[in-house]
């Protein structure tokens, strides 16, 4: 089969792979019908993920439709249109009880697809424990409307919920990327008294408004954002902060942008250290939380996905066929012809 590796730093290749096997009885094999390129395959690809091997095959945004499965699964069949979770959990252990699946104890528990274990930008991909980590898709949703179900839509998902957002609350996103977007649909779930999604890029902010959010989106060059938000709160500031953008002095922005007491949210993936100036917010005795995704709500994503109340189809803007994903990637990874989101055919 056909499959996109990653060879070593800086470096990426499209090989031919056999294709996977069940390995053990909580396995299942995937057909991948339609993958995507996240910005984490990016940081492997600069070599800012300690944990990715090299010769793996990348991919952790995919959706297909299951070909087989072990005699241990029992929530999926042969046939069945299924989300790929990107995280493996075994759901036993300490962390999966509390539902905390990205800390599952086991030893490709966590972030392991396209990571540490091959991945599903490919034809084929192996799903470790695929009762936990495949979600069947209901008839009326598309593979496009499913496709970030099992990562970015998990991420915004999970952000909005670790912000404890209230509807009294002025609720700050930094960052109009994928991952802002996704966070901000699920922010306004939430129904804050004002929900402002922040970036530097005006392409992004003006892809933003024509999606439709319901949020204020704001270029913060040209728009003093730290004045908006203190006109929104009556000087206070936010209460809540989610980064989501990584860039550039973000880290920063978000815990300046909070009130006295307010939750800083980090979902942003960094590549360089950031710098915590304790001194400098001594007395704010503000909230930090962060860490990567716990992509447990799969389920509920594809409810409110068929309900209308969510959709991240309008996220794509290009589509490629695998054969072509080198130069799917150079697109992305340069922000090129307005790319947002790719959607990869298999």
Known sequence: ????????????????????????????????????????????????????????????????????????????????????????????????????????????????????????????????????????????????????????????????????ITKNDTVVILGAGPTGLCTAMCASLYEPKHLILADIDEERVQFGRKLGISAQVVDCVRQDLEKLVMEKTGGRGADRVIEAAGGEGTFDLAWQLARPSGIVCLVAMYEEDQRLPLPQMYGKNLTFKTGGVHAAHCERLLQLIEEGRLDTAGLITHTFALEEILSAYDLFENREAGVMKIAVEI
């Not at 192996?126 to 495949?134: E, Q």
């Open 1 to 164: 089969m056909k499959a996109l590796v990653y060879k070593k730093n800086h470096r990426l290749a499209l090989e031919e792979r056999p294709r996977p096997s069940l390995q053990l009885p909580t396995d299942a094999i995937v057909r991948v019908t339609l993958a995507s390129i996240c910005s984490s395959d990016l940081h492997i690809k600069h070599g800012a993920v300690p944990k990715a091997i090299p010769g793996i095959v990348l991919g952790h945004e995919m959706v297909g439709i299951v070909e087989e499965t072990g005699e241990q699964v029992h929530n999926v069949k042969p046939g069945d249109r299924v989300t790929i979770n990107v995280e493996t959990f075994c759901g036993e252990c300490f962390y999966c009880k509390q539902g905390l699946v990205n800390n599952c104890a086991d030893e490709n528990g966590g972030w392991a697809l396209g990571c540490r274990i091959d991945g599903g930008q490919a034809e084929y991909v192996r799903v470790p424990y695929a009762d936990n980590g495949l979600n069947r898709i209901p008839q009326s949703i598309t593979d496009r409307q499913a496709l970030f179900v099992g990562d970015i839509l998990s991420t915004g998902y999970w952000a909005a919920d670790l912000a404890e």
